[in-house]
């Protein structure tokens, strides 16, 4: 079906999970963007193959475009500080890590009920723990490692980090 916004998106999934096949990826996404001009997953995933491409242009337009469509959306800020972090913009990608937190807390808070806790996504503690740990500061490198090992950084070990068809290459960092 030509026109199965969700078909073109596993396609594209495959493509960059399964077969490392990133321009392959990129055109499944764009076809399904073209399909359904507001889907924030597909600009999501489309960044994350512009990523692994180096199009870091691209990819920040694309993370850019998911969260214009979905301003709560985490993935998109940690493969955003991600990009920065690539191209050398420590800040920026620290800025984006920190939305990342921030919006993982409140969702907390607002999820977590007398025996139903919400964890926090481990993987946003494993990059902080990073950026402090190049960046010198041992204390909060100590801080965050800690909070990802709690939350169990090793189920997050893999270079697609989440169960929901979002594609994060959170390990393959080099801070």
């Known amino acids: 079906d030509r026109k199965n916004t969700e078909a073109y998106l596993a396609r594209a ?6 077969d ?16 359904e001009p507001e889907n924030s997953e597909a600009y999501n995933n489309r960044g994350v193959s512009y990523h ?17 469509l979905k301003a709560d959306y985490f ?8 990009v920065y ?3 050398g913009d420590n800040g920026k990608a620290l800025e984006n890590f920190n939305k990342a937190l921030e919006l993982e807390e409140e969702k ?3 999820l977590s009920r007398p025996g139903n806790a919400y964890r926090p996504n481990a993987a946003i503690y494993y990059n902080l723990a990073r950026y402090y740990e190049a960046a010198g500061d041992e204390a909060k ?25 979002i594609l994060i290459p959170l390990y393959k960092l080099n801070f």
Request: without cysteine.
């Open 108 to 110: 907390a808070k607002s």
């Open 75 to 82: 993935e998109a800020y940690v493969n955003r500080g991600v």
């Open 13 to 18: 999934d495959l493509y960059a999970s399964i």
């Open 141 to 165: 490198s100590k801080k965050y490692m800690s909070l990802a090992s709690l939350l169990g950084i090793e189920h997050y070990a893999t270079d697609f980090v989440t169960g929901d068809g």
């Open 52 to 68: 692994l491409l180096k199009d870091y242009r691209k990819a920040l337009a694309d993370f850019d475009k998911a969260l214009e």
């Open 85 to 87: 972090k690539a191209m």
């Open 20 to 35: 490392k096949k990133y321009s392959k990826a990129v055109d499944y996404y764009s076809k399904a963007i073209e399909l």
